[in-house]
């Protein structure tokens, strides 16, 4: 199995750059075969067709990559150093860590709503395996586009592509009232300028979209270690409430996914032209 997909423009006009790596859906016979959940289950974890919303981006000039592998399998929006002990063999405990402690590490333990994939450990072997064959050519290529983008056009913006459920934000108030359908997370302004963080922000409620900013998502291990906006690489997480355009108890597209699909290619065309404001030049 690759360890990704990567599309291309035919040519690259804007340093925005997109990354889907929750939505990988390629199981391994030999993980379905192991795991204690079934099928529908185990793709809880999934942020299911998020691939599918942002596959605009190349016709607006930006790269898209994205996962191949499922997060049950291996989670590429962890630190590779995020080893879970009470599933991996071998591993010391050291200090805590809540993602590593709820089970959700760089290999995880469980699937929402804390349910064992596994019966027993795994062993180091195995874990290092799948971080070798999949997170590290992951990163790398990551790190290859915002390293072009910076190259090309002076800064790198990622789009870190996620989605959550619905109860996720069940509990969250609004200021105009009304739940928000997208949560930005930004690390409270260590991951990206606030000026790129109000313009996606701008773009999405201009389509329509209640949005909120940090709560409950404010990003995870991509935003941390790739967010460097004095250095002009800025990364944005976003999350999108699920129900907007899947069922989730049957994973799968419900009858708003088209509409929906379209909403988000015009946002993708706005969010794309952040990446041209201040570079004239960029499509020459």
Same mark, same amino acid.
């Given at each position: 199995? #690759?360890?990704?997909?990567?599309?291309?423009? &035919?040519?690259?006009?804007?340093?925005?750059?997109? !990354?889907?790596?929750?939505?990988? %859906?390629?199981?391994?016979?030999?993980?379905?075969?192991?795991?204690?959940?079934?099928?529908?289950?185990?793709?809880?974890?999934?942020?299911?067709?998020? &691939?599918?919303?942002?596959?605009?981006?190349?016709?607006?000039?930006?790269? +898209? +990559?994205?996962?191949? !592998?499922? %997060?049950?399998?291996?989670?590429?929006?962890?630190? *590779?150093?995020?080893?879970?002990?009470? +599933?991996?063999?071998?591993? %010391?405990?050291? *200090?805590?860590? #809540?993602?590593?402690?709820? =089970?959700?590490?760089?290999? #995880?333990?469980?699937?929402?709503? =804390?349910?064992?994939?596994?019966?027993?450990?795994?062993?180091?072997?195995?874990?290092?395996?799948?971080?070798?064959?999949?997170?590290?050519?992951?990163?790398?290529?990551?790190?290859?586009?915002?390293? &072009?983008?910076? !190259?090309?056009? =002076?800064?790198?913006?990622?789009?870190?592509?996620?989605?959550?459920?619905?109860?996720?934000?069940?509990?969250?108030?609004?200021?105009?009232?009304?739940? #928000?359908?997208?949560?930005?997370?930004?690390?409270?302004?260590?991951? /990206?300028?606030?000026?790129?963080?109000?313009?996606?922000?701008?773009?999405?409620?201009?389509? =329509?979209?209640?949005?909120?900013?940090? *709560?409950?998502?404010?990003? *995870?291990?991509?935003? @941390?270690?790739?967010?460097?906006? /004095?250095?002009?690489?800025?990364?944005? @997480?976003?999350?999108?409430?699920?129900? +907007?355009?899947?069922?989730? @108890? @049957?994973?799968?597209?419900?009858?708003?996914?088209? !509409?929906?699909?379209?909403?988000?290619?015009?946002?993708?065309?706005?969010?794309?032209?952040?990446?041209?404001?201040?570079?004239?030049?960029?499509?020459?």
């Amino acid at each position: 199995m #690759p360890a990704y997909n990567l599309t291309m423009p &035919d040519l690259r006009t804007t340093a925005v750059v997109f !990354a889907s790596p929750h939505s990988g %859906r390629e199981y391994p016979w030999s993980f379905v075969r192991r795991t204690i959940l079934d099928e529908r289950t185990l793709r809880s974890s999934e942020d299911a067709f998020v &691939d599918k919303l942002f596959d605009a981006a190349p016709q607006h000039g930006a790269p +898209l +990559l994205t996962a191949i !592998a499922p %997060r049950a399998w291996i989670d590429v929006n962890r630190s *590779a150093e995020e080893l879970d002990p009470a +599933l991996i063999e071998g591993v %010391r405990r050291t *200090a805590h860590n #809540p993602r590593v402690a709820s =089970g959700l590490g760089v290999v #995880p333990r469980v699937v929402a709503n =804390g349910r064992a994939i596994y019966r027993g450990k795994i062993t180091r072997k195995e874990a290092d395996a799948r971080i070798e064959e999949f997170w590290k050519p992951w990163h790398l290529a990551l790190e290859t586009l915002m390293d &072009d983008s910076t !190259a090309l056009f =002076g800064e790198a913006i990622l789009i870190d592509c996620h989605s959550m459920p619905h109860e996720a934000i069940e509990t969250i108030s609004h200021p105009r009232g009304a739940r #928000p359908e997208i949560v930005l997370g930004d690390r409270f302004g260590a991951a /990206a300028g606030s000026d790129v963080v109000d313009k996606i922000e701008a773009a999405l409620s201009s389509a =329509g979209l209640r949005v909120a900013r940090n *709560a409950p998502f404010a990003g *995870a291990f991509v935003t @941390q270690n790739y967010g460097r906006p /004095a250095r002009n690489r800025h990364v944005v @997480q976003v999350e999108i409430d699920r129900s +907007l355009y899947m069922n989730e @108890q @049957q994973v799968r597209p419900n009858n708003n996914f088209k !509409a929906f699909k379209a909403l988000i290619d015009r946002v993708v065309a706005d969010v794309t032209d952040i990446g041209r404001a201040d570079m004239p030049m960029a499509a020459e």
